[in-house]
């Protein structure tokens, strides 16, 4: 069981923090180097406690087991314009050495019933605590601003209809999950003419700055 919430979900929150610090300073490299970023913007969260004992009753998941079998307690997500960024992210993620990754799943090749796709990458990331170092399981999810739209909505429907959505509405989902990946593929299409004008903009706007 746990009894005090605040002292267990501390270190989630830290390497929540922590991570994304990191990970947007990948991007402010790129930017220092005039380079494409694959990396759009970074958020994180901690799972609030209702939905920790929500999923934990779902996954019948012993609450004294949390941090070993629940791997998104803490979690981030990093968005991308376009799909080759997740291969780039993913990519990123690997070399790194201030963690370890214990697992990857890719719902892009391989989606979803309900039409979802992402990149999940599921690392143990070391908190350093008054007490020594902690081991903690944080999910990282790497999709492009699409899939983070229909991924949004999906979730906000998902608890309106507590996971059982009627029949109408998940066809319409998977539909729009289709074409939330055909307007990726699309931008892929044109990659060069987008990364060239916003180029473009960003000089003009550094110009019109100084």
Not at 59 to 87: T, Y
Not at 123 to 141: C, D, H, S
Not at 198 to 209: G, L, N, V, W
């Amino acid at each position: 069981m746990v009894k005090h919430w605040d002292l267990f979900l501390g270190p989630y929150k830290q390497a929540v923090e922590e991570l994304k610090v990191k990970l947007k300073g990948i991007r402010t490299q790129y930017e220092m180097k005039s380079m494409h970023c694959p990396i759009e913007f970074v958020t994180g969260r901690v799972k609030p406690i209702a939905s920790i004992l929500d999923k934990a009753t779902r996954k019948g998941i012993p609450l004294d087991r949390l941090e070993e079998e629940m791997q998104d307690i803490a979690g981030l997500r990093m968005m991308c314009q376009f799909v080759d960024d997740i291969k780039s992210v993913v990519e990123l993620l690997r070399q790194r050495t201030d963690f370890e990754i214990v697992e990857e799943r890719n719902y892009i090749s391989q989606k979803k019933d309900s039409g979802y796709r992402s990149y999940h990458v599921v690392v143990r990331y070391p908190v350093q605590t008054i007490e020594g170092e902690k081991n903690i399981l944080v999910e990282i999810q790497i999709r492009t601003l699409a899939m983070n739209f229909w991924a949004t909505i999906e979730h906000s429907l998902n608890y309106k209809y507590s996971g059982k959505f009627p029949e109408e509405i998940r066809e319409r989902l998977q539909r729009a999950a289709e074409a939330a990946y055909l307007l990726d593929e699309e931008m892929s299409k044109i990659r060069g003419e987008i990364q060239e004008a916003q180029a473009i903009f960003s000089r003009k706007k550094e110009t019109k700055d100084e």
